[in-house]
């Protein structure tokens, strides 16, 4: 079982930068690839970047290529999500994911979910 639990968001202006945190509980932390999600009112759970366990793979979306990095601290059994650049299109709950086998874009293959913590980018 994996417990997680994201931090971080709050209102931004276009342009700026946050940093999301997801802290997870459990020593097995290195096995499981994570994943950070989003979603807006209205609209579908979108896939937004995810790390290998290991921390030495990472995948983007199109949308946050260049923009958002991904890293992992497994000692600390911490993710963050660096997202520079930001614009209203970024604002949503983000979610971060872990799952046993490797990245994946499909948020239904994900075995467990944070809370989500709201990011809101005013232009």
């Known amino acids: 079982q994996v417990q997680l639990v994201e931090s971080g968001g709050g209102l931004v202006q276009a342009g700026g930068s946050l940093r999301l945190t997801c802290a997870a509980s459990?020593?097995?932390?290195?096995?499981?690839?994570m994943g950070w999600f989003r979603q807006a009112p209205g609209k579908d759970r979108d896939f937004v970047i995810g790390?290998?366990?290991?921390?030495?793979?990472?995948v983007y979306s199109d949308s946050v290529n260049g923009r958002f990095t991904i890293s992992r601290v497994n000692a600390k059994n911490v993710v963050y999500l660096q997202m520079n650049s930001l614009t209203s299109e970024d604002t949503a709950v983000y979610y971060c994911?872990?799952?046993?086998?490797?990245?994946?874009?499909?948020?239904?293959?994900?075995?467990?979910w944070g809370q989500g913590t709201q990011v809101t980018v005013s232009s």
């Open positions: 790390i290998t366990g290991s921390g030495r793979g990472t």
């Open positions: 994911a872990a799952r046993r086998s490797g990245v994946t874009k499909q948020w239904n293959e994900y075995d467990y």
């Open positions: 459990g020593r097995t932390f290195s096995t499981y690839a």
